[in-house]
């Protein structure tokens, strides 16, 4: 028996939670914790074994899942990230139990979290501690708190007396009627006209993700859709379709496989985003869970694919920044498919809508913080903020977020403690009227032990942070990067309302100012690789220098790494990086970047002194191809030699003539799939257009050699 017995058989009927801190040594906390400890409960972080804990950082796979309570033991660790995801898996009338040390001594707790910030786990001592000042203070505002201290015993605030929670379900398995609203237009659109997607957003506990499986089951047994009917499933993991898949269990009575659920020739699949791009397997109706986090670019090529598709996201949550979501993949679904629709679940079905943890939890973590929209204005300064103003400004703090929020589809309340805690973060923001309408958090990085650097190259350590001169050392191999200094631009972010007004540059060029001032050697960025992105650093004299080999499982595009030199005397360190990326093109486009953007490639492309002019028999298997009639494929290496040393003229060519060069020289296309993506008939099109391009680059004819025009015209 606990002191809590009585007031949880009040939540019970109630259909509330509560948030309970229990606080004293980690001995203490934890026999307690055991006392609520059941076999419907869940229990995170270090724990007696009779308790099945589960690591924290395990709990990634459990998330859909429900439990009577939850036991989050601090002491090992209060990874933000999943203290939102933990209060998401707390059954209506349970409890979310955080175990921590006495509120005193959190300015002084060596949280094991911290260590994620650091590149070594000695040096989390160098982690401030803003975000649990911060938690403390507004945990102890908050009259819905229970708690219970080794010291100073029980509080237990007395609660109005409720009505009891109603949380029956119709005939089709639904909680509520906007729910059920949601699953007619669900099916609505899997039977209607193609190219209309649905779009649904909720806020967590909402029976959004159940809305999708009951959907999914009734189509699954509908006897008009029975016959072969294939429906798919993507999210950014297969753990976030959990509740989606149980519900469509549940309703369709299907066979449980793998991954798949099988009822008769019809079934319901999980593909990875990924893989769904790879493989475009066929799909009368494609489920997109949790679309926030899946990076837009990803979204738009599936909207490109599947005439019919189902959209469903969390606007406020962990997994993945909703409302940014909401802004960018509207205006794409505005240009590909204005007649789609929306439908929004505002309605908690979950637990009781008096539900106080809920806004405990985004509270603390800024969950809901929407990012406000600054007043019109031309007079824009900039400003540095230390990690010290923020925490002790609430306002302040959640106008960073909120925008951080925005702009960037993967912001997680991990970002929050980012930016309150790590040692090396720098921030300047844009302000207008007061109110924040640009930010950039900068990271000092380098000059790196040189026993550790050598160990990175060597690929035998691999720390935590250090980005980019780990990025240069271990993939690049410039057994240098790692004793210079660095300031790396993690993250820029504009407001909509002050976007295309040049703010980002400003910010770049005060991150400079400073970087000069710090007597560092270079500035750089690592982002997905994108044409606009590229372009937009190029113009502020940027240099690419890596490129990922792989697409990045978040963003689904190569990451890149983009320098300047901040020190003069540095500037040839760059030039050698950029000339060594230009010259692993050929290597690397026909099997690691064979679906890379050309326009991202021609980027890619510098000029490079080293390489030898072309030999005389070179240059005679060019004038054949050219001039004659002799097929490309049995000129190849002469034409490789010839692309590395003609950029500067080939560049200069219209896109579809650079494309052309590119998917067939560089990254090994076929014809016939150069002939699907230029539109042109044939292969003998292609090469003609291939001759074409030769002569205009300048290859000169045979001397005393002409050409029957007859006959050219009969072979092409």
Same mark, same amino acid.
């Given at each position: 028996m606990t002191p809590f017995d009585a007031a949880l058989s009040t939540l019970s009927h109630s259909g509330e939670r509560r948030l309970l801190l229990l606080t004293g040594s980690v001995e203490w906390v934890t026999v307690q914790a055991e006392a609520f400890w059941q076999t419907d409960a869940l229990w995170l972080g270090m724990g007696p074994a009779v308790c099945r804990p589960v690591a924290i950082n395990k709990a990634q796979k459990l998330l859909g899942r429900e439990y009577r309570h939850v036991i989050f033991n601090g002491y090992s660790g209060l990874h933000p990230d999943m203290l939102a995801a933990c209060a998401g898996m707390v059954r209506a009338g349970g409890l979310l139990i955080l175990l921590m040390p006495p509120l005193q001594d959190w300015s002084q707790f060596q949280d094991p979290d911290q260590q994620r910030y650091v590149p070594l786990p000695e040096q989390a001592h160098r982690c401030h501690a803003f975000f649990l000042l911060r938690l403390r203070h507004l945990l102890l505002q908050s009259p819905h708190l229970w708690r219970w201290d080794q010291q100073e015993g029980y509080q237990l605030p007395s609660s109005p007396l409720m009505e009891n929670w109603d949380s029956t379900v119709d005939d089709w398995g639904c909680l509520h009627p906007e729910q059920r609203q949601a699953v007619q237009q669900i099916i609505h659109c899997a039977q209607g006209n193609t190219h209309r997607p649905l779009v649904i957003t909720a806020d967590r506990g909402r029976g959004k993700s159940s809305a999708l499986g009951i959907a999914a089951g009734r189509l699954l047994r509908e006897p008009a859709t029975k016959h072969g009917f294939q429906l798919l499933v993507t999210a950014p993991s297969f753990s976030s379709c959990h509740t989606l898949l149980l519900h469509a269990q549940r309703i369709s009575g299907a066979a449980e496989h793998e991954h798949e659920l099988q009822l008769g020739t019809a079934s319901l699949q999980f593909y990875s985003p990924e893989r769904l791009i790879d493989e475009c397997p066929r799909a009368d109706l494609l489920f997109i869970d949790e679309a926030a986090g899946i990076?837009?670019?990803?979204?738009?090529?599936? +909207?490109?694919?599947? =005439?019919?598709?189902?959209?469903?996201?969390?606007?406020?949550?962990?997994?993945?920044?909703?409302?940014?979501?909401?802004?960018?993949?509207?205006?794409?679904?505005?240009?590909?498919?204005?007649?789609? %629709?929306?439908?929004?679940?505002?309605?908690?079905?979950?637990?009781?809508?008096?539900?106080?943890?809920? *806004?405990?939890?985004?509270?603390?973590?800024?969950?809901?913080?929407?990012?406000?929209? &600054?007043?019109?204005?031309?007079?824009?300064?900039?400003?540095?903020?230390?990690?010290?103003?923020?925490?002790?400004?609430?306002?302040?703090?959640?106008? !960073?977020?909120?925008?951080?929020?925005?702009?960037?589809?993967?912001?997680?309340?991990?970002?929050?403690?980012?930016?309150?805690?790590? *040692?090396?973060?720098?921030?300047? #923001?844009?302000?207008v009227e007061q109110q924040v309408c640009g930010i950039v958090l900068v990271l000092r990085e380098g000059e790196l032990d040189p026993d550790l650097a050598e160990q990175i190259w060597l690929g035998r350590r691999r720390p935590r942070g250090h980005l980019i001169p780990q990025t240069l050392l271990t993939h690049a191999g410039f057994r240098q990067a790692g004793q210079f200094s660095y300031a790396r631009i993690m993250r820029i972010a504009i407001h909509p309302a002050y976007q295309r007004r040049g703010?980002?540059?400003?910010?770049? @060029?005060? !991150?400079?100012?400073?970087?000069?001032?710090?007597?560092?050697?270079?500035?750089?960025?690592?982002?997905a690789a994108s044409e606009s992105l590229l372009?937009?650093?190029?113009? %502020?004299?940027?240099?690419?220098?890596?490129?990922?080999?792989?697409?990045?499982?978040?963003?689904?595009?190569?990451?890149?790494?983009?320098?300047?030199?901040?020190?003069?005397?540095?500037?040839?360190?760059?030039? $050698?990086?950029?000339?060594?990326?230009?010259?692993?093109? &050929?290597?690397?486009?026909?099997?690691?970047?064979?679906?890379?953007?050309?326009?991202?490639?021609? $980027?890619?492309?510098?000029?490079?002194?080293?390489?030898? =002019?072309?030999? *005389?028999?070179?240059?005679?298997?060019? $004038?054949?191809?050219?001039?004659?009639?002799?097929?490309?494929?049995?000129?190849?290496? #002469?034409? @490789?030699?010839?692309?590395?040393?003609?950029?500067?003229?080939?560049?200069?060519? *219209?896109?579809?003539?650079?494309?052309?060069?590119?998917?067939? +020289?560089?990254?090994?296309?076929?014809?016939?799939?150069?002939?699907?993506?230029?539109?042109?008939?044939?292969?003998k099109a292609l090469i003609a257009r291939l001759r074409h391009i030769l002569r205009h680059c300048g290859i000169p004819p045979l001397a005393g050699q002409g050409i029957d025009e007859k006959c050219r015209d009969e072979m092409l």
């Amino acid at each position: 028996m606990t002191p809590f017995d009585a007031a949880l058989s009040t939540l019970s009927h109630s259909g509330e939670r509560r948030l309970l801190l229990l606080t004293g040594s980690v001995e203490w906390v934890t026999v307690q914790a055991e006392a609520f400890w059941q076999t419907d409960a869940l229990w995170l972080g270090m724990g007696p074994a009779v308790c099945r804990p589960v690591a924290i950082n395990k709990a990634q796979k459990l998330l859909g899942r429900e439990y009577r309570h939850v036991i989050f033991n601090g002491y090992s660790g209060l990874h933000p990230d999943m203290l939102a995801a933990c209060a998401g898996m707390v059954r209506a009338g349970g409890l979310l139990i955080l175990l921590m040390p006495p509120l005193q001594d959190w300015s002084q707790f060596q949280d094991p979290d911290q260590q994620r910030y650091v590149p070594l786990p000695e040096q989390a001592h160098r982690c401030h501690a803003f975000f649990l000042l911060r938690l403390r203070h507004l945990l102890l505002q908050s009259p819905h708190l229970w708690r219970w201290d080794q010291q100073e015993g029980y509080q237990l605030p007395s609660s109005p007396l409720m009505e009891n929670w109603d949380s029956t379900v119709d005939d089709w398995g639904c909680l509520h009627p906007e729910q059920r609203q949601a699953v007619q237009q669900i099916i609505h659109c899997a039977q209607g006209n193609t190219h209309r997607p649905l779009v649904i957003t909720a806020d967590r506990g909402r029976g959004k993700s159940s809305a999708l499986g009951i959907a999914a089951g009734r189509l699954l047994r509908e006897p008009a859709t029975k016959h072969g009917f294939q429906l798919l499933v993507t999210a950014p993991s297969f753990s976030s379709c959990h509740t989606l898949l149980l519900h469509a269990q549940r309703i369709s009575g299907a066979a449980e496989h793998e991954h798949e659920l099988q009822l008769g020739t019809a079934s319901l699949q999980f593909y990875s985003p990924e893989r769904l791009i790879d493989e475009c397997p066929r799909a009368d109706l494609l489920f997109i869970d949790e679309a926030a986090g899946i990076p837009v670019a990803l979204l738009s090529a599936l +909207l490109d694919r599947y =005439p019919r598709i189902i959209f469903a996201t969390t606007l406020h949550g962990y997994e993945g920044s909703g409302q940014g979501f909401a802004v960018r993949m509207q205006q794409v679904l505005d240009s590909k498919t204005p007649d789609w %629709q929306g439908c929004h679940l505002s309605h908690s079905v979950r637990w009781s809508s008096r539900d106080p943890l809920e *806004p405990l939890i985004n509270q603390l973590l800024l969950l809901a913080t929407d990012a406000a929209t &600054p007043v019109p204005s031309t007079n824009v300064t900039h400003c540095w903020l230390t990690q010290q103003q923020l925490a002790g400004d609430e306002a302040l703090l959640q106008q !960073v977020f909120s925008l951080l929020v925005l702009a960037h589809y993967q912001t997680s309340p991990s970002d929050l403690r980012t930016l309150l805690d790590h *040692p090396d973060l720098v921030i300047a #923001a844009s302000l207008v009227e007061q109110q924040v309408c640009g930010i950039v958090l900068v990271l000092r990085e380098g000059e790196l032990d040189p026993d550790l650097a050598e160990q990175i190259w060597l690929g035998r350590r691999r720390p935590r942070g250090h980005l980019i001169p780990q990025t240069l050392l271990t993939h690049a191999g410039f057994r240098q990067a790692g004793q210079f200094s660095y300031a790396r631009i993690m993250r820029i972010a504009i407001h909509p309302a002050y976007q295309r007004r040049g703010l980002g540059q400003q910010l770049i @060029q005060e !991150v400079e100012r400073w970087a000069h001032a710090q007597q560092l050697d270079f500035i750089g960025a690592a982002f997905a690789a994108s044409e606009s992105l590229l372009r937009f650093w190029q113009r %502020q004299h940027y240099q690419a220098v890596r490129l990922g080999l792989s697409r990045d499982a978040a963003s689904g595009s190569h990451s890149i790494v983009v320098l300047k030199a901040i020190q003069p005397e540095h500037q040839p360190h760059i030039e $050698q990086w950029q000339h060594a990326l230009a010259l692993s093109l &050929p290597y690397y486009l026909p099997r690691q970047w064979r679906q890379l953007s050309f326009e991202l490639v021609s $980027q890619l492309v510098v000029p490079s002194p080293d390489i030898a =002019p072309l030999s *005389p028999q070179e240059l005679s298997d060019l $004038q054949a191809v050219a001039h004659g009639l002799r097929s490309p494929d049995h000129a190849l290496p #002469a034409l @490789q030699r010839w692309i590395m040393l003609a950029s500067y003229q080939w560049l200069q060519l *219209p896109a579809p003539d650079r494309r052309l060069l590119i998917r067939w +020289l560089w990254q090994g296309w076929s014809w016939s799939e150069l002939a699907r993506e230029t539109g042109l008939s044939g292969q003998k099109a292609l090469i003609a257009r291939l001759r074409h391009i030769l002569r205009h680059c300048g290859i000169p004819p045979l001397a005393g050699q002409g050409i029957d025009e007859k006959c050219r015209d009969e072979m092409l």
